[in-house]
């Protein structure tokens, strides 16, 4: 392996690129694809719509109800960013990450196409990086999606101006515009470990479906597992479990425990079923 | 074209036991990982709490001297807060030590606006897991934030003016700190004023040793114990022990700072074993001054503000009692609401008596309401004091007599009868 490890290691670069690029443009030109991304899409305009008309009785008072930050919408449209992100992280953004990475090997497989893919001169573990690759861009877009059409909503429907952090200090719009971002990055590399679960799934199965089902299921008893006290003992290394940490960003001084517990356990996740996900895929027989 | 075939397909053709090990070298990647984690989170801690760093000998004296001289008036960090007090998860505000008597209050608590309040909040530090930070500078400026899921609740006293701001509710609640419970017994040590943010403040570990070193007398063993690295610094172990057989407190251990005196953990385990009722210590701290916008509130725009002192002043006259405090262990339980309290006994085995939770009508209220729950929640005792309930806890018990007197102590069931006997 390794005297052709060095005869192909020029083009490497090169040829990962054009298999990544290839990659994610049929990604996102599926319409598959398309409809899930509208979906994310419309769960902030739907939250947005729902709060206008509440307040048009009377605000949403108690915060113990309702989802994280939906007091403070009403007040500035840049909370319904949040509010969003809040809604779609435990299951809309992992369920449509859990199709694209499910899918990635599986789908290949189960539509007969994966043998021809690695007729390519690019061998099975690029393939693999290629396809997680794929995930990962989906993962930021998704939650770009959601972020952007919640403020466009926000701005539609509610006032914008200062932001009032968690601990009641007021900071600018351009400030808060930019924690926002950075929310969203965290929110999209929160979905790491389960593109990576959902990519080492799609590896052992030649039915798309079934990937796709095992994924999400496996994401619906992961958060059940999550809210289950008895369970506390192992909640900490559930891929779910500091998810939603990313409302951190919003403390002043900002809380960077929970934060980087929830990086690391992405990146855990990540190289535990990423090389998973190679072992299986490089040496198993392909058959479709 | 040799480079464009993967090589792994046609080394599976050719069969035999390379392929064979390859794969189960591969499969080795990711479980290497996971188990190297694993050890790692299993290890690291099991290390780094066995540390117990190289200090020179110092008496159960000096040490109290040295608490008692520290002199730290600035300081930021993290706290974590862990009870475990063994209380049946009750529902509202019916929560807490305090509670059993609390069905009129629960109602009020829960309607609107009181969210904010910081005895509400109080209820929740009862049970379970909780990260504060608090920062601190000198008497008159400190703060101190509950971090919750995607809330936050901030306490902020800075001179007269004492904020509670609740983020899920985006409610501000102003007081007003008076100018004697600030300069009041606990001197510049005191944090706010008396009655609001009180409990809040002893969450913190300076306050929670000096409480219990106020507790000790003859009744009490201090020792000092094994030294303790506690948030990254090294420092000596108080270890206080009671020495009366009634007490349901095993032991109290505090980490005292090495270099500046200033307690760091507080621990108070139960005689019955098992993990910590109370513990509370810092995770990270820092003597550095905090930056001055730390301690300065205004509220947010939209957000709902209540005066405190004139909710505190209706609901006086509502209630008819001032809320005198009760003292020692009773003031941490949040007891403060009951009239006609007196205390049976001293020190570790001190019981509260408390005759009727106050006026009558509100009585049987309470009665009429919580009656089920008293079934169902206690057990049936009688002794020559009558008949009555006994709750249990890991380390508070209590008793209601059926006649509405009410023992509650940090002391075993039969301590607690004999008491209630004796007094009949």
């Given at each position: ?31 598959r694809t398309l409809a899930l991304l509208a979906v994310l899409a419309g769960v902030p305009i739907l939250v947005g719509v729902a709060i206008k008309i509440e307040t048009g009785s009377r605000g949403p ?198 934060l980087q517990k929830n990086i690391g356990l992405q990146a855990l996740y990540a190289v535990v079923f990423g090389s998973a996900a190679w072992a299986r895929f490089t040496t198993r027989d392909i058959t479709? | ?121 109080l209820t929740e530090l009862a049970s379970g897991t909780h990260t504060l930070r608090v920062a601190a500078d000198g008497p008159e400026k400190q703060r101190v934030s509950i971090v919750d899921k995607t ?274």
């Amino acid at each position: 392996m390794s005297q052709a490890e060095t005869v192909r290691r020029a083009p490497r670069r090169l040829w990962s690129l054009g298999l990544l690029r290839s990659e994610i443009g049929t990604t996102f030109r599926r319409w598959r694809t398309l409809a899930l991304l509208a979906v994310l899409a419309g769960v902030p305009i739907l939250v947005g719509v729902a709060i206008k008309i509440e307040t048009g009785s009377r605000g949403p008072d108690g915060g113990d109800g309702g989802p994280a930050f939906i007091s403070q919408v009403t007040n500035n449209g840049l909370f319904l960013v949040f509010t969003s992100l809040a809604v779609t992280l435990p299951f809309f953004l992992p369920m449509a990450i859990g199709v694209i990475a499910g899918d990635a090997i599986a789908g290949e497989a189960n539509a007969g196409t994966l043998r021809y893919l690695l007729v390519a001169p690019a061998g099975r573990a690029r393939l693999l990086f290629a396809k997680y690759a794929t995930s990962m861009a989906f993962c930021l877009v998704g939650t770009l999606v959601v972020a952007l059409s919640a403020l466009v909503t926000g701005a539609a429907l509610f006032p914008l101006g200062k932001v009032t952090l968690l601990s009641g200090t007021s900071i600018s719009f351009g400030e808060g515009l930019l924690r926002a971002l950075a929310i969203a990055g965290v929110v999209a590399l929160s979905l790491l470990g389960v593109a990576a679960l959902g990519l080492f799934i799609s590896t052992l199965t030649n039915s798309g479906i079934a990937a796709m089902a095992t994924t999400v299921g496996l994401l619906i008893t992961v958060q059940i597992l999550d809210t289950i006290p008895q369970l506390h003992a192992i909640q900490p290394y559930l891929f779910s479990h500091y998810w939603l940490s990313f409302a951190d960003l919003l403390r002043d001084p900002v809380y960077w425990d929970q934060l980087q517990k929830n990086i690391g356990l992405q990146a855990l996740y990540a190289v535990v079923f990423g090389s998973a996900a190679w072992a299986r895929f490089t040496t198993r027989d392909i058959t479709a | 074209m040799p480079r464009n075939e993967p090589t792994e397909v046609t080394e599976e053709w050719d069969g035999g036991r390379s392929a064979k090990r390859r794969k189960a070298v591969r499969y080795a990647v990711p479980v290497a990982v996971a188990g190297v984690t694993a050890a790692t989170i299993g290890l690291v801690p099991a290390f780094a709490g066995s540390g117990s760093p190289d200090l020179p000998k110092i008496s159960a004296q000096d040490l109290i001297a040295k608490i008692a001289k520290s002199d730290v008036q600035q300081l930021s960090g993290t706290v974590q807060v862990t009870t475990d007090l063994g209380l049946p998860s009750l529902p509202g505000g019916m929560g807490g030590a305090g509670g059993f008597g609390g069905g009129p209050g629960g109602g009020e608590h829960g309607g609107s606006g009181a969210s904010a309040s910081p005895q509400s909040k109080l209820t929740e530090l009862a049970s379970g897991t909780h990260t504060l930070r608090v920062a601190a500078d000198g008497p008159e400026k400190q703060r101190v934030s509950i971090v919750d899921k995607t809330a936050d609740y901030t306490l902020i006293h800075n001179g007269k003016d004492v904020w509670a701001y609740d983020s899920g509710s985006n409610t501000a609640v102003h007081n007003t700190a008076r100018e004697d419970a600030r300069h009041g017994e606990h001197g510049k040590h005191h944090e706010g004023p008396k009655d609001l943010p009180n409990g809040l403040q002893n969450a913190t570990p300076q306050e929670l040793a000096k409480q219990a070193l106020k507790a000790a007398g003859d009744t009490t063993a201090v020792t000092v114990g094994d030294t303790a690295k506690v948030a990254g610094r090294d420092a000596y172990q108080l270890v206080i022990k009671p020495k009366q057989s009634g007490s349901t407190v095993g032991s109290i251990r505090v980490a005292v700072d090495a270099a500046n005196g200033v307690p760091l953990k507080f621990t108070l385990t139960p005689k019955s074993g098992g993990p910590a009722a109370i513990d509370v210590g810092y995770t990270s701290v820092d003597f550095a001054k905090p930056a001055a916008n730390t301690f300065s509130f205004t509220p947010p725009k939209g957000a709902k503000v209540v005066d405190g002192d004139q909710q505190r002043a209706k609901a006086q006259r509502e209630h008819g009692n001032d809320g005198k405090g009760a003292k020692g262990a009773m003031d941490r339980k949040g007891l403060k609401d009951f009239g006609g309290l007196n205390v049976i006994g001293k020190d570790w085995t001190s019981i509260a008596k408390i005759k009727g939770a106050g006026p009558g009508g509100k009585d049987q209220a309470a009665k009429g309401q919580a009656g089920k729950l008293l079934d169902s929640l206690g057990s049936k005792v009688t002794g020559s004091f009558g008949s009555g309930h006994l709750f249990s806890t890991r380390l508070v018990n209590a008793l209601i007599t059926d006649n509405g007197t009410i023992y509650v102590g940090a002391v075993d069931k039969q301590a607690l009868l004999d008491a209630a006997n004796a007094a009949k």
